[in-house]
């Protein structure tokens, strides 16, 4: 069970009593929000692709949508989403539970810049129906992620 995999992730650093599971699914932004009761634009929603033959996760905010053109120029690839079970099989998480964290081995973790305007904000946990509340600095730590990008567009026009 990948929620179970990201509890003994998180173990590592007692962490993993921070890892909230809901009666309700929060598969989704909108979900994860009415869950959580706040507002979507702080879902840390977290995307895979595969780029250049190789898996990768772009972490966003909740109101924030890929922009094709700037990913394309950062990653040398058209954004192309992997499907539920590649995500399942080259990630370790289903769609919906999908999270940096816990993750296989050789799978790149980027960090959009329309996360920094929030003090904290709530990716997944592995499970469609689980969330962790982070700093940006925790965020950097336990997503162990590459570097910070700018892939995404809509997310500050909502400013």
Known sequence: MSIQRVREYFGQFNMEDKIMEFDVSSATVELAAKALDCEPARIGKTLSFMANGKCILVLTAGDAKIDNAKYKAKFGAKAKMLSPDEALELVGHAVGGVCPFGINEGVDVY????????ATVFPACGSAN????????????????KEWVDVCKEWDKAV
């Open 111 to 118: 960090l959009d810049i329309s996360l920094k305007r929030f």
């Open 130 to 145: 689980s969330a962790i509340e982070l700093t940006i600095p925790q965020l950097e730590r336990y997503s162990q992620y």
